[in-house]
C-alpha cells in the first residue's frame, strides 16, 4: 500500500500539472493497477490463482465498445442531463456486448436466480432477464 501510495504521488504531481483533472485519473488507473497487480502476485505464491485471460479480453472488448460509443456520443452533446441518459445506454450496449462474446456462464444464472429471490419486487423483471441470458449460455 505504501508503494502505490508512493507510485500515485509520482505519477500524480506531473499528469496533473500535464492533464489537469485527467492527469489525476490516469496517475490513479496506474497507481490501482500496479496494487492489483503486486496483489495478485503475492497471492500467485501463495495459492494456486490463474487469471481467467479469456474473460479479461472479452471484458476489455466490451468496455472497449462501451467507452467508444460513450465517448463519441459525450464529444457530441454538452447537454448534462443527455450524457447522464447515455451513460445508462452505454451500460446497456456493454451488457448486450457481451452476450455475442459468450462472456456469461451459469454461475451468472444462478446469481440471477439469487437475486429475483432476495428482490421481489423486481423478481419479474429479473427472471426475465435470466430467461433471456439462458438462451446464450
Not at 63 to 76: A, D, E, K, V
Amino acid at each position: 500500500v505504501i508503494a502505490t501510495t508512493l507510485l500515485f504521488i509520482l505519477f500524480a504531481i506531473p499528469l496533473i500539472h500535464l492533464f489537469s483533472s485527467s492527469g489525476s485519473a490516469i496517475a490513479y488507473s496506474l497507481s490501482v493497477t500496479f496494487l492489483g497487480a503486486i496483489s495478485f502476485l503475492y497471492l500467485k505464491k501463495f495459492l494456486k490463482i490463474r487469471l481467467p485471460f479469456k474473460s479479461i479480453i472479452k471484458l476489455l472488448i466490451a468496455c472497449s465498445i462501451s467507452f467508444s460509443f460513450l465517448y463519441f456520443i459525450t464529444n457530441i452533446i454538452s447537454n448534462m442531463l443527455l450524457e447522464i441518459v447515455f451513460i445508462f445506454v452505454a451500460a446497456l450496449i456493454y451488457l448486450i456486448s457481451l452476450i455475442p462474446l459468450k462472456f456469461y456462464t451459469k454461475e451468472d444464472m444462478f446469481v440471477l436466480d439469487f437475486f429475483a429471490e432476495r428482490l421481489p419486487i423486481f423478481k419479474k423483471h429479473i427472471i426475465g432477464i435470466r430467461n433471456y441470458l439462458s438462451r446464450f449460455v
